[in-house]
């Protein structure tokens, strides 16, 4: 079945630095989408991305579906970016597979 | 925004014991989906719905049962309880719109003594 890595598993940050997060997967996806996890727990839709570049904000995500790769970055990073980015994909038969993560900790 | 709500939002049973957990989506979206979390593993799908009445497997089934019986509400049931289940479950929904983007509830943890 589909398999989504996402690197690093873990990045600690000062704040202001920049940060690229990697997703890669192992079968062609029609839907690309990246999460962010609040330390307490709640998920939010950062991105709809399955192809080309979308902006919101300080983060960008680029998804080059024929390579199945896809990049979070976040630019001028806060305090307020740490916690655990979720790469998500699904092809036609809408079943999404997750990777597991990429914790965030940016310190002061 | 998409409104999933989940409910309870936290839970203990103890070993064989009976939980029912429950989620509900408002935005008429056709696919409705349960997952656990656990560290190291990430989001796990259990099993999802394309509609009233429909339930697919999904990677993680063993142990539950799920019924869909509206468009709007989705039930995950464990019928017999144990601490391998003790987990942070997400019901999700999505639509046609944008392709399936999902929306999730806030989340339901469970605690199996």
């Known amino acids: 079945g589909q398999q989504v890595q996402q690197s690093p598993a873990s990045l600690v940050l000062q704040e202001g630095e920049n940060a690229e997060l990697q997703c890669n997967f192992s079968s062609t996806a029609t839907r690309l989408q990246w999460f962010y996890q609040h330390p307490g727990g709640r998920l939010v839709s950062l991105f709809y991305?399955?192809?080309g570049t979308k902006h919101t904000g300080r983060l960008t995500s680029t998804t080059v579906t024929n390579e199945r790769r896809s990049s979070l970055h976040i630019s001028s990073s806060q305090t307020t970016d740490s916690g655990t980015y979720f790469c998500?994909?699904?092809?036609?038969?809408?079943?999404?597979?997750f990777g597991t993560g990429t914790r965030l900790q940016v310190l002061p | 925004e998409a409104a999933v709500t989940q409910s309870p939002r936290n839970k203990v049973t103890v070993t064989g014991g009976n939980v029912t957990l429950s989620c509900r989506q408002t935005n008429s979206h056709n696919y409705m989906y349960w997952y656990r979390q656990d560290t190291g593993h990430g989001l796990r799908l259990i099993h999802y719905?394309?509609?009233?009445?429909?339930?697919q497997i999904g990677d993680v089934p063993d142990g539950y049962k799920a019924t869909r019986t509206t468009q709007e509400d989705f039930f995950l049931l464990l019928e017999l309880a144990s601490p391998s289940q003790t987990s942070l479950y997400f019901c999700?929904?999505?639509?046609?719109?944008?392709?399936?983007?999902?929306?999730f509830g806030p989340g339901t943890r469970l605690t199996v003594l």
């Open positions: 991305n399955p192809s």
């Open positions: 999700a929904s999505s639509g046609r719109d944008r392709g399936g983007e999902q929306y």
């Open positions: 998500a994909i699904s092809s036609n038969t809408n079943k999404v597979v």
């Open positions: 719905s394309y509609g009233a009445g429909n339930l």
